[in-house]
């Protein structure tokens, strides 16, 4: 495979439900992304890991809890979720967190939450 | 705040035709990237077009062009030759340093509608 991937591509959970959304690059990249994206909004960065590192946490309520094992995964770990935090959430990559230039998406985890 | 701004939310061309979208941002940077991204229906969202702020000449990939207006902060993105599967949302961004790393800034998109 090639590019970045994520698993699963659509999930439905209740808010009391743990569940977990896995996001792999095979692009070589160091920074990899997670980003919620909702109608009507602009897309909205949640977390930053750039060589494994976080190194950004945009204010996102502690029920999203990020992981990053390697520069090649990054998995965002979802507990006691809100209807509101239903939406698509995209990863992505770059070649590091200072190299927006080129920046690869991949194409979304659909989350429902009911 | 640093924002961006598309200020159509939709918009429709007839194929072969040709169709501009509008962005405006607001930075107090002087160095800057601008991207147009595009997000096809059910698809990943890809780069259409970069323009690095610090360059005069506009843009071009393929179909693809860029009116740059750094004083007016204006970005708008021209598809010419318009085909279907140009049919997408698509996005404007730039990008901002904080903290040593860039953060990608998203308008809120504009949908394009292409009519056979």
């Known amino acids: 495979e090639t590019g970045v991937t994520q698993t699963p591509r659509h999930l439905v959970m209740g808010m009391t439900n743990k569940k977990s959304l896995k996001c792999e690059q095979h692009?070589?990249?160091?920074?990899m992304y997670w980003y919620k994206q909702s109608a009507k909004k602009p897309l909205e960065l949640m977390f930053v890991?750039?060589?494994?590192?976080?190194?950004e946490n945009n204010s996102v309520p502690s029920r999203f809890s990020p992981e990053c094992p390697n520069s090649s995964h990054l998995f965002l770990h979802l507990h006691t979720l809100q209807p509101e935090d239903s939406a698509l959430y995209l990863c992505?990559?770059?070649?590091?967190?200072?190299?927006?230039?080129?920046?690869?998406f991949g194409p979304g985890t659909r989350l429902t939450v009911t | 705040a640093q924002t961006v701004t598309q200020s159509q939310p939709e918009m429709s061309v007839q194929e072969a035709e040709t169709v501009t979208l509008s962005c405006t941002y607001d930075?107090?940077?002087?160095?800057?990237?601008l991207f147009w991204y595009k997000q096809p229906p059910s698809r990943q969202m890809i780069l259409v077009i970069r323009q690095e702020a610090y360059k005069q000449q506009n843009a071009t990939e393929n179909r693809f062009s860029v009116n740059f207006q750094k004083a007016a902060k204006s970005f708008s993105l021209k598809i010419s030759d318009s085909q279907l599967g140009d049919a997408a949302m698509y996005f404007c961004?730039?990008?901002?340093?904080?903290?040593?790393?860039?953060?990608?800034?998203f308008g809120k998109g504009t949908k394009l509608t292409v009519n056979p």
């Open positions: 961004a730039y990008s901002r340093t904080q903290g040593g790393s860039e953060k990608l800034v």
């Open positions: 992505a990559s770059s070649p590091t967190a200072s190299s927006l230039y080129e920046q690869y």
């Open positions: 692009l070589g990249h160091n920074a």
């Open positions: 930075t107090s940077e002087s160095d800057y990237y």
């Open positions: 890991y750039n060589f494994k590192e976080q190194t």
